[in-house]
């Protein structure tokens, strides 16, 4: 059926004719009832331009100064129920129509596609509201304050009627320490709210500000510090930044990553084939010789030492930049 032949269908079940409603409502009139001045849907359209008109209410009815203008004493008259906080609904031309004549309204349309949607003003409290009463409920019960919630399921929300109290308490609270599951039901005014989720303890790692290649030694400047969550975190990272300080890195590492120990070590101070100083500490005096350094090493390692002259090979304890202390006199082999 034609889009025309329907509205016209459903003004003549509503006991509405087209005459009625184009010349105004005037069976009252023919009733002897005085009918109200002329009114319009709201607002005053020009002529010929389909009503879409959106109307906000804040009360939990609609009134008949929401739905039509030019009243002059009547406009808080109720018609109906207001939607639910956050929906809407249409009064289209026969539903319009009826009103008009049922509150004798001398009401014109303008086209037949006239209409008024009513919208419920709404207080909404989203996702990260509830997060929050919820991170405070937990830190009761022994979470870090350095923690993140994950909410299951779509993202809650909560709506309530406009100028209702925003504050938000949480009962029935279920926390597993171990696994950081929860379960908890979310109170806002009238409305209950049931949630379940995951508090996800979050650390605070030092990281490199700029790439390092292999043998750059890292300074105090260098480091940068960023916030992980726990499970995302390397069990093998350094967390103190005092133990990167002064480190020589083994391998290249980028901007932001976290650093293992392994990926460190102690900056050489004797390089293999080195020249170093050879020192032997004896009850009477101490004893200093040239040697060449059979391996890398750093300080407190104990590397091999070729003596230059007699090309003994004896082992010494790295006490400094190539300077060995000698802790035997026993040849080893090279």
């Known amino acids: 059926m034609p889009p025309f032949a329907t509205t016209l269908h459903r003004l003549l079940a509503a006991g509405l004719t087209a005459a009625t409603l184009f010349a105004?409502?005037?069976?009252?009139?023919?009733?002897?009832?005085?009918?109200?001045?002329s009114a319009v849907a709201r607002p005053v359209l020009m002529a010929g331009t389909p009503m879409n008109e959106r109307v906000v209410v804040r009360d939990a009815v609609v009134k008949l100064g929401d739905l039509f203008a030019g009243l002059s004493d009547r406009t808080e008259e109720p018609v109906g129920p207001a939607p639910a906080p956050g929906g809407h609904m249409v009064y289209d031309l026969p539903r319009l129509a009826a009103l008009a004549k049922t509150h004798n309204i001398a009401w014109q349309p303008r086209t037949w596609s006239d209409r008024v949607i009513v919208e419920r003003a709404t207080l909404m409290i989203g996702q990260s509201d509830i997060?929050?009463?919820?991170?405070?409920?937990?830190?009761?019960?022994?979470?870090?304050?350095?923690?993140?919630?994950?909410?299951?399921?779509?993202?809650?929300?909560?709506q309530l009627p406009a100028g209702s109290s925003s504050s938000l308490q949480v009962e029935q609270l279920e926390y597993d320490e171990r696994n950081g599951r929860f379960n908890a039901t979310v109170v806002a005014d009238t409305t209950r709210l049931p949630v379940a989720g995951r508090a996800v303890a979050m650390v605070e790692v030092p990281v490199l500000n700029r790439r390092f290649a292999t043998g750059e030694i890292i300074r105090k400047d260098d480091i940068d510090w960023i916030v992980l969550r726990s499970d995302q975190a390397t069990r093998q990272g350094i967390s103190d930044a005092d133990r990167l300080v002064g480190q020589e890195v083994r391998r290249g590492l980028n901007a932001g990553q976290q650093?293992?120990?392994?990926?460190?070590?102690?900056?050489?101070?004797?390089?293999k084939n080195a020249v170093v100083t050879m020192m032997l500490q004896t009850p009477r005096m101490q004893l200093t010789s040239k040697g060449k350094a059979l391996e890398d090493g750093s300080v407190g390692d104990t590397v091999r030492i070729m003596n230059t002259q007699s090309k003994t090979v004896v082992e010494g304890v790295i006490t400094s930049m190539n300077t060995v202390q000698i802790t035997s006199t026993v040849p080893v082999s090279n």
């Open 131 to 158: 997060e929050a009463a919820l991170r405070k409920a937990l830190q009761r019960r022994g979470l870090s304050a350095r923690s993140e919630i994950e909410l299951s399921g779509k993202a809650p929300q909560i």
């Open 259 to 271: 650093v293992r120990a392994s990926d460190l070590r102690t900056p050489l101070a004797v390089a």
């Open 24 to 37: 105004g409502i005037g069976g009252a009139q023919a009733q002897g009832k005085p009918a109200e001045a």
